[in-house]
């Protein structure tokens, strides 16, 4: 049985004020703590002070992103290690905004993710493709190259510390989401390449969740899916009630 996931995305929103004032807020709609583990993903200049806000709680923090490198001349990056330091246990690799935006292909999400298992981070690894490739049908082709590439190399033992989201680009952002069906034939589909790599009991203690414009009203439906284990949230996340009616649906 695998324990969902609920992870806030908060992307680049949220001042340090902000941001405890929405830690507090969740913690006063959700302090129950059982059956999901729940991570907020606040930006670099908020995580200090929301992990301190979470200090006793049932909450993690997690980073939206991270350098491979332990230390160097890398001006306006972040190392594991800095992450470790404030008691980050998830970080956010491969985002279709990092890909998208910043050029990070398959390699560098791959190093990235050898360099957060290396110093006891959890990574949430995202794959997905874009609208065109959905329509052209080639959805699987997209996210097996994803998932084989940035998941490269892994031993049995590392595979049990990684979570995938997939992400269905086209419905960042955007208010339409993958239909349930939809989201779970392609959870399935990571689950089967998953298997490929590692083997069967690995593939189904992996956690996969959907990060694609879940909310309240189709949470329910969506984490009621076989394969989907839990969702990476953006907007919704920025509002608390919102936020933890996802996790309760979860729960």
């Given amino acids: 049985m695998r324990k969902p996931i609920i992870a806030g995305n908060w992307k680049m ?5 902000e941001a405890i004032a929405l830690v507090e807020d969740i913690k006063r709609e959700w302090s129950d703590g059982s059956g999901v583990d729940v991570v907020l993903c606040p930006p670099f ?13 049932p909450l993690d923090l997690g980073a939206q992103n991270m350098h491979w490198e332990a230390s160097g001349a890398y001006t306006g ?4 290690a800095m992450l470790r330091e404030l ?34 981070l959890r990574p949430i690894v995202c794959v997905g493709e874009q609208l065109e ?5 080639r959805t699987e082709a997209v996210v097996e190259e994803q998932v084989r590439g ?4 892994l031993s049995s033992r590392e595979w049990t510390d990684v979570v995938i989201a997939y992400e269905p680009v086209w419905a960042i952002g955007t208010g339409r989401t993958a239909s349930p069906e939809q989201a779970q034939d392609a959870h ?35 984490l ?16 608390a009630r919102s936020f933890v009616d996802i996790v309760k649906a979860a729960q």
């Fill in 133 to 137: 490739d959905r329509d052209a049908g």
């Fill in 188 to 222: 399935a589909f990571i689950r089967s390449v998953v298997r490929e790599m590692a083997d069967e009991s690995l593939s189904q203690s992996v956690r996969i969740q959907y990060g694609g414009s879940m909310k309240p009203a189709n949470a329910g439906e969506l």
């Fill in 87 to 120: 008691f980050c246990h998830y970080v956010i690799l491969g985002h279709s905004e990092r890909r998208t935006y910043f050029g990070e292909t398959d390699e560098i999400v791959n190093k990235k993710v050898k360099a957060a298992l290396a110093s006891n």
């Fill in 224 to 239: 009621g899916q076989a394969d989907i284990d839990g969702g990476l949230i953006g907007g919704a996340s920025l509002e």
């Fill in 45 to 57: 200049t908020a995580l200090k002070s929301v992990s301190d806000a979470v200090t006793g709680t």
């Fill in 13 to 17: 929103n949220n001042t340090v004020a």
């Fill in 77 to 80: 990056e972040v190392s594991p």
């Fill in 150 to 153: 940035s998941l490269a190399g």
